[in-house]
């Protein structure tokens, strides 16, 4: 089994920056590939972002540039900092962990996932 616990969110003004944690625990091969997912009131989940263990990143489209996914093994927390935040961004975050690296910024692809924390930004 593997355990995911999300913080860092709250509210910031457009411009802003935030850096959400995802500190994880139980079976590390069940945990390859890490990502971070939204999902804003009346819309489907997005991919945002995702690391897997040797390194490699995807990012989507909308946040490249502004997002930045990183991991720290000794601690086995995932990171993601968020600059230059937009209103558009507004929406609970979710990060999720799945055994290995295919469809990274699919939701499908993913086994377990945190509660969620919330990023609200204001114009």
């Known amino acids: 089994q593997v355990h995911l616990v999300e913080s860092g969110g709250g509210s910031v003004q457009g411009g802003g920056s935030l850096r959400l944690s995802c500190a994880a625990s139980?079976?590390?091969?069940?945990?390859?590939?890490m990502g971070w997912f939204r999902q804003a009131p009346g819309k489907g989940r997005e991919g945002v972002a995702a690391?897997?263990?040797?390194?490699?990143?995807s990012y989507a489209d909308s946040v490249k540039g502004r997002f930045t996914i990183s991991q720290d093994d000794a601690k086995n927390t995932v990171y993601l900092q968020m600059n230059s935040l937009r209103p558009e961004d507004t929406a609970m975050y979710y990060c999720?962990?799945?055994?290995?690296?295919?469809?990274?910024?699919?939701?499908?692809?993913?086994?377990?996932w945190g509660q969620g924390t919330q990023v609200t930004v204001s114009s």
């Open positions: 999720a962990a799945a055994g290995r690296w295919f469809r990274p910024l699919t939701d499908n692809q993913y086994n377990y």
């Open positions: 139980g079976d590390p091969y069940r945990r390859y590939c």
């Open positions: 690391i897997a263990r040797d390194g490699t990143i």
